[in-house]
């Protein structure tokens, strides 16, 4: 199919997810992931409603972000932050950073923040697959690193992000959604300040629709819009 034909289908997968448990589908945000696919590719899904794009490399993003930016409300950065990428990054002014998960990454990117006289909108990534394989921090650990990092006054948290496990056991994926979705709440409740929890980032290609049930409003898809990615 085209990639005007796949976004249709996407859109119609998630208002059925989103009715099934009696959500608004205007409050999921669809994050286009278009790592490996270029920029006239990515323009096309731009062309078809795509309004929020997702790297994960941040040589890639730099490569194609300025050319897209105008076309675009938001360009988000969802892949493992290396402290010394944070210049190049904060170079293309991310929305929001969803791959935090080190306290050495965020006092630095805190303090790259402080020279540019900014702040920057994050997510703390957590493993709820326990997977060593995956980044992001121990469930256990999660509300004291987020207190921690709150402490860091560029940097405003709002909200957590994960990756399920690769797993065709749904129970398996959806107990790591709740998993996620039970820490938001608990630091929800705890009122930290300078903390605003807004976005459940989880949920891509082949788990959106249990994400969404468990209550993701930002979802991150890249083959459901492009097809296999070309490595």
């Given at each position: 199919?085209?990639?005007?034909?796949?976004?249709?289908?996407l859109?119609?997968?998630?208002?059925?997810?989103?009715?099934?448990?009696?959500?608004?589908?205007?409050?999921?945000?669809?994050?286009?992931?278009?790592?490996?696919?270029?920029?006239?590719?990515?323009?096309?899904?731009?062309?078809?409603?795509?309004?929020?794009?997702?790297?994960?490399?941040?040589?890639?993003?730099?490569?194609?972000?300025?050319?897209?930016?105008?076309?675009?409300?938001?360009?988000?950065?969802?892949?493992?932050?290396?402290?010394?990428?944070?210049?190049?990054?904060?170079k293309?002014?991310?929305?929001?950073?969803h791959?935090?998960?080190?306290?050495?990454?965020?006092?630095?990117?805190?303090?790259?923040?402080?020279?540019?006289?900014?702040?920057?909108?994050?997510l703390i990534?957590?493993?709820?697959?326990?997977?060593?394989s995956?980044?992001?921090?121990?469930?256990?650990?999660?509300?004291?690193?987020?207190?921690?990092?709150?402490?860091?006054?560029?940097?405003?948290?709002?909200?957590?992000?994960?990756?399920?496990?690769?797993?065709s056991d749904?129970?398996?994926?959806?107990?790591c959604?709740?998993t996620?979705?039970?820490?938001?709440?608990?630091?929800?409740?705890?009122?930290?300040?300078g903390?605003?929890?807004?976005f459940?980032?989880?949920?891509?290609?082949?788990?959106?629709?249990?994400a969404?049930?468990?209550?993701?409003?930002i979802?991150?898809?890249?083959?459901?819009?492009?097809?296999?990615?070309?490595y």
């Open positions: 199919m085209s990639i005007a034909e796949n976004i249709e289908k859109r119609e997968r998630i208002e059925n997810a989103a009715r099934k448990v009696e959500r608004d589908p205007s409050e999921i945000k669809l994050l286009a992931v278009t790592k490996t696919h270029p920029i006239p590719i990515i323009e096309e899904a731009i062309k078809h409603g795509i309004e929020y794009i997702g790297e994960n490399r941040i040589q890639e993003a730099v490569e194609k972000i300025p050319f897209l930016k105008d076309n675009i409300r938001e360009f988000h950065f969802i892949g493992h932050l290396q402290s010394n990428k944070i210049k190049k990054l904060m293309l002014e991310p929305a929001l950073i791959s935090i998960d080190k306290l050495s990454t965020a006092r630095k990117l805190n303090e790259h923040l402080g020279e540019l006289k900014k702040k920057q909108d994050i990534q957590v493993n709820t697959s326990a997977e060593a995956k980044f992001g921090i121990d469930p256990q650990e999660t509300v004291p690193f987020v207190q921690e990092i709150a402490q860091l006054k560029n940097l405003q948290i709002t909200g957590l992000m994960t990756i399920g496990m690769f797993t749904e129970t398996i994926i959806r107990k959604f709740q996620l979705r039970r820490l938001f709440e608990e630091i929800k409740r705890e009122n930290i300040p903390v605003k929890m807004k459940l980032s989880m949920g891509m290609t082949d788990d959106f629709e249990i969404l049930e468990e209550g993701a409003n979802i991150r898809i890249g083959s459901a819009i492009f097809g296999a990615r070309n």
